[in-house]
């Protein structure tokens, strides 16, 4: 029996992004890592010249972390609600060799501050769900997903300010999110003392609209100076563009 057998459970799988050659334990039934997961992982800053404490909110499988431990040097926390998708993050750093630099805390982001001090942080990261909770919401049947999408256990506000408490002065924040809450995003960001320094919207297809957008903020960075990166285009005749085929091959 393999390592990576007696790692899995009934109805789990196990997938490899080969740009960064970590393998991840996905469920179809809970929840998979998408796109977005790559896209934000690979926005991020490399930084090897310290050993990092790195925050990932929202942590889901683990994806993003796990997807960034060649780029930045240090130790990561992932915080998940879930019981069940932090215990497939857990599997996921065993099965990748990373025990010794990556730990998982099972409990609402909120309570963060019980396990990861306050303005501690070097780096936070976080893929949260897009979609505000309101009665009219249609939402996934199931429930991993429906947590997964909608700010059901947590919201926008609470993923800033918390984004904000963790991270030391002049620490990076990472969000990828939904454009149609862009105004809202830098709102909030610039009053938890966020100061937005670099985005890129994401396009499905060339001439089609913006779908994502990931977000580098400072904490009490200095006002202004905000860069606009190129779009990323994700799509390309029947396959990824050149730059997507990258980011998930190498």
């Known amino acids: 029996m393999t390592k990576e057998s ?26 998979a890592f998408s796109l977005d997961a790559v896209i934000l992982s690979h926005f991020v800053r490399s930084n090897h010249r310290h050993q990092l404490k790195i925050v990932d909110l929202c ?12 780029k930045l040097g240090g130790h990561f926390t992932e915080v998940e609600i879930q019981p069940r998708l932090a215990d497939m993050a857990q599997r996921s750093i065993t099965l990748n060799g990373l025990d010794d630099r990556y ?28 979609f505000t909770n309101l009665p009219q919401s249609e939402k996934n049947p199931n429930p991993y997903l429906a947590v997964a999408r909608h700010e059901i256990k947590t919201n926008l506000s609470t993923v800033v300010n918390r984004m904000s408490g ?7 924040g990472y969000l990828v999110h939904r454009p149609s809450r862009l105004a809202e995003i830098l709102e909030k960001l610039a009053a938890a003392r966020l100061v937005a320094k670099r985005l890129q919207f994401i396009h ?14 400072i904490k009490d960075g200095k006002p202004g100076g905000l860069k606009v990166n190129a779009p990323l285009i994700v799509h ?15």
């Open 6 to 31: 007696t790692l899995l459970k009934a109805g789990e799988r196990i997938d490899e992004l080969p740009a960064v050659g970590i393998k991840i334990i996905q469920s179809d039934q809970v929840f």
């Open 59 to 70: 942590a889901g499988n683990g994806a993003v972390g796990l997807f960034l431990h060649e």
């Open 103 to 130: 730990r998982v805390v099972t409990d609402d982001l909120a309570n963060v501050y019980q396990e990861v001090p306050k303005d501690s942080a070097d780096v936070v990261v976080c893929n949260p769900p897009y």
């Open 166 to 172: 963790l991270l030391k002065m002049n620490g990076h």
């Open 204 to 217: 499905p297809r060339m001439g089609r609209d913006a779908n994502m957008v990931v977000i580098e903020a």
């Open 236 to 250: 390309q005749g029947q396959g990824y563009s050149p730059a997507v085929k990258e980011m998930l091959y190498g």
